[in-house]
């Protein structure tokens, strides 16, 4: 309903006066001013809606999201444009409102003036704009319209679809769990679907009423420079078209992200035993998406690369014999001739990835791979070095996929 | 301030039309401090047709119209409130 102005207040107040008077003195002149008082409000607050209509019925509304692309909690710039008919006397701004699930309050917008602004979509689904506000006002009324006939552009939110480890959910094997980034006060990348066992402090209320189910929030993680955005090409024969387009989009969405919500990326593009591309620390969306253009499955010059690494050997190499006689013996014999082979042995691949690492400059490695059955022992190198350099490493690979040993995270791709 | 000034001059309009007593005097004078009053006039006749009409039934029947008038409005009121929930109702609804 309308709200009356300090204005209307006073011309109501002297109409009650002058009422006063005309019971006082029972004079006719003041009866007539009375009246005319009150009428004239009357008259007023159907002049205002009368406006409020033609500006409703006037509003149009141009509105642009730059990116197609939208993952949950991303942020996305948004340019819109209001144009509607203004009546004399009366004052209109327009607050353009972002759809429920942004964490935003909208931007508020002069007539025939294109603004831009900011929402960070915190919730998965498909969503629409809630509309806008017509703020009006002229000497005597104000009132607050809500239109919601211009909820155009509808977007897309993609999940993130993270799954921690150490939780559930990633086998018998213990993984380490990166506590740092659960400690209270760090960043909240995003918010997902509650799921049965996760901690109800993470539940966040005020994104769950609005949405009508429970949501939890996602911590960041450890903060620091750019991440390293890894990826692992799968071969020719591992997957279908449709399968990697969707991998190249999630990578494509993981680039955009990076670049917008941390101080840039590094790109490491990878395959069997093999660095495809590197790209150092950039904040140029376009330069990083250019370095991803054109990647498709490859046939891998080592198809059968099965090299886990100096380390690993020196791993093995390390076992003792736990039973004595033969079988003992022979254990001991292999760790020998282990032994010395890790000595010599060099990975060129190894090496190649330590310098990549070296040069990003990253505290977080993320690793996108379809991760092959067969052979995963280059990404076993990888992840090596990377725990080498004390880098968090963010596995997302598709569901059922299986791990990595020495991953932090395992998030569903 | 520019417009607390002209609300003082409303005031000082009023006082000058209740000080004058005649009915016909006053309601001239009255449609005159209004119309100063206002910096837009659109639709500023109907208006002053509704005061027309007001006075000539408080000059017939004296200062009980008031009581007609409190009623009126009430009604008057009540239709706006009306008109303006049918507009928030179909401003509110999606394409």
Known sequence: MFRPTRTTGGIAALALALTAVTILLDNPAAALAAGSLALFLLWRGWRFNRDLRVLATSLAVEREVDRTILRQGTAATVRVRVDLTVPPGVDVRVRDLPPAVAADEGALCEPGIPTAYTIRLMAAGETAFAGNIIEASDAFFSRDLLCRRFDAPHLQVFPVGTKYAGGKGVGTREVEVDRRATLAGSGVRGFRLYNIGDDPGSIDWKISARRGTLYVREPTGLEGGGPLIVVDLPRRNDSDRETFARFSMVICDAVEGGIESHEGCSILVVTSGEVVRFLPRTEDLRKALQALEGLAPVEPRAPLYRAPGPAVLAARARLPGREGGQEGGYLAKLGSVLGAFADESISPFAVAVGKAMDQAEASEIRLYSLLRKDDASHLVQLTHEAKVRRMRVILRAPAGAGTIPGVDTVEVL | ?95
Not at chain 2, 17 to 30: H, K, S, T, Y
Not at chain 2, 49 to 67: D, H, K, M, N, Q
């Open chain 2, 1 to 95: 301030m520019a417009f607390d000034r002209r609300f003082l001059l409303l005031c000082a309009g009023e006082v000058l039309v209740v000080a004058v007593g005649d009915l016909v005097v006053a309601l001239i004078l009255q449609v005159i401090v209004l119309a100063a009053f206002l910096g837009d006039r659109r639709g500023y006749p109907v208006y002053a047709a509704g005061v027309v009409l007001f006075a000539a039934v408080l000059a017939a029947s004296g200062t009980i119209a008031l009581l007609g008038l409190a009623a009126a409005l009430g009604v008057g009121y009540a239709l706006l409130t009306l008109y303006d929930y049918r507009l928030a109702r179909w401003a509110g609804e999606r394409a």
